[in-house]
């Protein structure tokens, strides 16, 4: 008997940890696609600078930084102008920490709409973290603006071949932060208190990360430490490919990449196991 | 056997009780420990009581539902009854995958939505237009779907002139209507409606009706519904099934299910008041056997019988107090009143029902003592039960028709000439 072809919906408890539907993932595009319009045009509706305010947090950011790091406490950075340093770093790390932060709450931000009507959970961060990529762009926007500018100036600064590596990056921090962010948003459904601890994390992980200093600031005994953070690979080699400095290294690289991978594998695992009950705990 | 739209397969569900947080990760690790490293059962599973919501239970797991098993069959318009807490809401919630069961399958052909609540994932910032697409892609539609559909979603929730207006403007009729519309051209092959039908007015719940009624006999859909609205329940629905504490106590006609359920919840037949600090108020209410005067609730066709009612006074009566009472068929619609002014010093009133009135069934009984349109001088909080048993009357022989209630004596006359 045809008895299994015949039902095309089963709902049924607990399934296997690997039991993913991928199919219908992509039979639900369209709803990615509109979960990402409505979070690039939402974030600006009713005010009048529009999308000009993605340009005036990393300006600040920047002016920030130059003032407290560079200028008080002095710290290097490997001779290039400030104002292009902090900005590449910036751009970057404000891409992994918002798209981080924003898919740890997942399950908390749409327990309305979770528990209303089915659809693959999974669309919801993964739109989370395409919708960043707007606004990331802007950013680099600004980033290339300076970056010209220095040019112009005379700066001894000039983007190489590894600039192709450019998408590969992003790729890896939306993979990486989007990995995290979903571990955390499964655990944060029963256990709340993660989500306070997480906040602090990601502060503390900044400055784990090579953003308002050089890697060679470190003593190349200690710089080991620095290179087990995943996101280390991905800041240095952006700022190699751009301005010339900083390390690069195709086996930390490999490294960032294949933590990228194994953190996204048990992610979508956890994610996919807790989003079928989490309404029960939440 | 190909006929069939859903299958429930054993389904259950247990929930914890108080707080979640406390003591969790104490019992996932005893639940890890037990089931994965000593290959036992699930310690959690086999605790938990019955969902009995006013009795304090001993354990702190609670079974929502419990093995329930039914099949709808394609086409069918299915009616979910029970009390609040009965399971419901559980079951649809699972229907719709909102939650999973603990255990058991539950086996469909076909898409399902759900129309848990109307109007989910509205964005208020966007418009109309907006929102059609974003919760019509909610619910699983393509986008070439919705363009197709859109000019007939608009014009079935009656928002055209508001279409591209933000939907935070719009009244919460209007935005029940565009959700449900949004829903109901879904196209889905499984419906599941959820006390929808109450929020909106009376001409949009009449269209609403119409389109349930259109999805299931015209297109063959099948639709599961759960509302308390007796009345709508058994104009829409073919079929019904009972929850009673998590558990399906009956499945068969709708007709057949609004009765069981009705006079199984309606237990009173009875009323009395031992103290109250009104002037004037119902002491004792109840029905009896006018021959041989004793108490009952069940009285046959043909025989009359009494309503008495024993009044207590502190004070002399008002003046132009009046003893109003309203008979309600089983789905409470109104039927007949009677009034009698009270003139002072009554203490009981008895009322005489004649024989041969009201047709077999349930009925309620529904007393208030008054000064009509000025003030109420006493209510009782739940209307009285009682039943009329048909042990043989003409209309018995017409046994799934719905005959009404009230019995007529009309003159017949018969002539072999022709009218003039």
């Known amino acids: 008997m045809a008895e299994s072809g015949k039902w095309t919906t089963i709902i049924k408890p607990t399934t296997g940890l690997f039991d993913i539907d991928f199919k219908e993932l992509i039979r639900y595009k369209d709803l990615w696609r509109m979960f990402v319009k409505r979070d690039i045009v939402t974030q600006y509706k009713q005010t009048i600078l529009g999308p000009l305010w993605f340009f005036v947090n990393p300006a600040l950011t920047t002016i920030m930084y130059m003032v407290v790091f560079g200028g008080i406490a002095g710290i290097s950075t490997d001779g290039l102008p400030q104002p292009l340093f902090y900005l590449s770093g910036i751009c970057l790390w404000n891409y992994f920490s918002t798209c981080l932060l924003k898919t740890s709450s997942t399950f908390k931000d749409n327990e309305n709409i979770f528990g209303k009507v089915y659809f693959p959970r999974l669309i919801m961060p993964v739109s989370t973290v395409s919708s960043s990529l707007y606004t990331f762009g802007i950013q680099l926007i600004?980033?290339?603006?300076?970056?010209?500018y220095y040019i112009v100036a005379g700066v001894p600064v000039a983007p190489n071949i590894y600039l192709l590596l450019l998408p590969v990056l992003v790729i890896m921090l939306a993979g990486l932060s989007l990995g995290f962010g979903i571990i955390i948003s499964s655990l944060t459904t029963k256990y709340r208190d993660l989500s306070i601890l997480f906040t602090f994390i990601v502060q503390l992980w900044m400055y784990a990360t090579p953003i308002i200093y050089p890697l060679s600031v470190m003593s190349p005994k200690k710089q080991w430490i620095a290179a087990l953070n995943p996101v280390t690979s991905i800041v240095e080699t952006f700022r190699y490919a751009t301005l010339g400095t900083g390390t690069f290294d195709w086996w930390q690289l490999g490294y960032s990449f294949i933590f990228m991978c194994v953190v996204l594998g048990v992610g979508i695992v956890v994610f996919n196991k807790v989003q079928r009950s989490f309404m029960d705990t939440v | 056997m190909d006929d069939i739209a859903i299958k429930f397969e054993n389904i259950s569900k247990q929930y914890r009780l108080g707080l979640v947080s406390t003591k969790t990760l104490s019992h996932d690790l005893n639940r890890w420990w037990q089931t994965s490293v000593l290959r036992k059962e699930d310690p959690y599973l086999r605790i938990g009581e019955t969902n009995d919501r006013s009795t304090k239970g001993e354990s702190e797991y609670v079974w929502a539902l419990r093995d329930i098993n039914f099949e709808v069959k394609k086409g069918e318009v299915l009616g979910i009854i029970g009390k609040n807490g009965a399971g419901k809401s559980t079951?649809?919630?699972?229907l719709s995958r909102v939650t999973t069961p603990t255990t058991g399958i539950i086996k469909a052909q076909g898409r399902i939505a759900s129309l848990l609540e109307v109007g989910t994932g509205f964005h208020p910032e966007s418009t109309g237009r907006e929102n059609i697409y974003m919760n019509g892609s909610i619910m699983g539609m393509?986008?070439?779907?919705?363009?197709?559909?859109?000019?007939?979603?608009?014009?079935f929730a009656g928002v055209a002139r508001y279409v591209d207006t933000p939907v935070k403007r719009y009244s919460s009729g209007m935005t029940v209507r565009l959700g449900?519309?949004?829903a109901a051209h879904?196209?889905?092959?499984?419906?599941?409606v959820d006390e929808v039908l109450a929020v909106g007015d009376a001409e949009f719940q009449k269209?609403?009706?119409?389109?349930?009624?259109?999805?299931?006999?015209?297109?063959?859909?099948?639709v599961l519904f759960v509302s308390h609205n007796m009345g709508s329940m058994a104009t829409l629905c073919d079929?019904?099934?009972?929850?009673?504490?998590g558990r399906l106590v009956y499945s068969g006609l709708i007709k057949d299910a609004i009765n069981t359920y009705i006079s199984n919840s309606a237990k009173e037949s009875s009323y009395e008041c031992h103290f109250s600090n009104k002037d004037l108020y119902f002491k004792n209410i109840y029905f009896r056997n006018s021959i041989d005067k004793k108490p009952s609730k069940v009285f046959p066709y043909d025989k009359p019988f009494n309503i008495c009612f024993e009044l207590n006074h502190k004070r002399?009566?008002?003046?132009?107090?009046?003893?109003?009472?309203?008979?309600?068929?089983?789905?409470?619609?109104p039927l007949f009143s009677s009034h009698k002014v009270l003139h002072n010093k009554i203490n009981d009133i008895v009322v005489q029902v004649p024989a041969h009135l009201l047709l077999g069934g349930g009925y309620y009984l529904r007393p208030v003592l008054h000064i009509p349109n000025i003030c109420f001088l006493d209510k009782i909080p739940e209307d009285i039960y009682f039943e009329i048993e048909d042990t043989g009357s003409i209309h018995s022989l017409y046994k799934n028709a719905d005959l009404g209630f009230i019995n007529v004596n009309l003159v017949w006359n018969e002539t072999d000439e022709k009218m003039d």
């Open chain 1, 142 to 148: 600004l980033f290339v603006a300076v970056y010209i």
């Open chain 2, 91 to 94: 079951l649809l919630k699972i």
């Open chain 2, 142 to 155: 393509t986008r070439k779907e919705i363009d197709s559909k859109l000019d007939e979603i608009v014009e």
């Open chain 2, 180 to 182: 449900f519309s949004i």
């Open chain 2, 186 to 192: 879904l196209e889905p092959e499984i419906l599941v």
């Open chain 2, 207 to 222: 269209k609403a009706i119409g389109k349930m009624q259109d999805v299931s006999q015209g297109d063959g859909r099948t």
């Open chain 2, 239 to 245: 079929t019904g099934i009972i929850l009673e504490k």
């Open chain 2, 316 to 333: 002399n009566i008002p003046q132009d107090t009046v003893l109003s009472f309203t008979i309600f068929d089983i789905q409470k619609r």
